[in-house]
């Protein structure tokens, strides 16, 4: 028995993330071995490693192949969504799109919170972690923008304290910061794609790094559509 893949596993589902600079959670990340047994234990109880390039957390989720099994009873899509509402889970998508996509870009360029412009050599560097990249957006500001469109002031307060309870978001006073969830557990790949090509493909077809700080503020409304598009887990079916 590989009780180091044990321990990893076991510390997943006590904790719910871990850094990827853990020691068992780098190992899982660069030993093909080690990281074939924690795959093959957590596929044997319906789950997978949850891990990209751009986050500093690992976590875990249910495998694709047994959602159907866990969330379709009674030919009903039964997905929690976490329990959030139709204004909860908006909120966390412009939540994503104000936070994650913004950080995306810097680390793609290899640029930090403190960097004017990209490394000279940045293609050969490695992507900068989260935690320089990541910055947070106002909670005046996100009030003002999207509060009559997520429930006002009541709503919005409500659903942050259990986006910030999930482990989506952490909140330091007027700031709203990225957790440790919010770039894992968001299908980004899907998302993203949504989002750019769709409510937000006029604003997106501007030169990334000249309008980058104009681009944000000028998505606004056109994330909130995006947001309003959001099925209700309570009573919407899969297409």
């Known amino acids: 028995m590989n009780d180091d893949a044990q321990i990893l596993i076991a ?20 030993d093909d071995m080690f ?4 795959d093959k234990r957590l596929l044997e109880s319906g789950l997978k490693l949850l891990d990209n390039v751009y986050a500093d957390h690992v976590t875990i989720a249910l495998h694709r192949n047994v959602e159907p099994k866990i969330f379709g009873a009674k030919d009903i899509w039964q997905n929690n969504n976490f329990g959030l509402t139709r204004d909860g889970v908006a909120l966390l998508v ?43 957006i106002s909670y005046t500001a996100l009030l003002s923008d999207f509060g009559d ?9 409500m ?9 989506f978001i952490e909140r330091r006073g007027d700031v709203i910061l990225e957790g440790p969830l919010l770039d894992l557990m968001m299908d980004t790949d899907v998302l993203k794609e949504r989002i750019i090509n769709g409510a937000l493909a006029e604003v997106f077809k501007r030169a990334p790094l000249a309008a ?15 947001a309003d598009a959001v099925p209700d887990p309570a009573t919407d079916t899969p297409n």
């Open 212 to 226: 980058a700080p104009r681009r944000i503020d000028a998505a606004n409304d056109a994330v909130a559509e995006a």
């Open 11 to 30: 510390r997943l589902l006590t904790h719910q993330t871990l850094r990827r600079d853990d020691k068992m959670v780098k190992r899982a990340l660069s």
């Open 159 to 167: 659903n942050l304290g259990v986006l910030s309870k999930l482990g």
């Open 94 to 136: 412009v939540l994503w799109a104000q936070i994650i996509l913004p950080k995306r870009e810097r680390q793609e360029t290899h640029t930090t919170v403190d960097d004017d412009q990209s490394d000279m050599f940045d293609k050969e560097a490695s992507i900068p972690r989260a935690e320089d990249t990541s910055i947070g």
């Open 149 to 157: 469109k997520l429930g006002k002031k009541t709503r919005m307060d």
């Open 35 to 38: 990281r074939t047994e924690v």
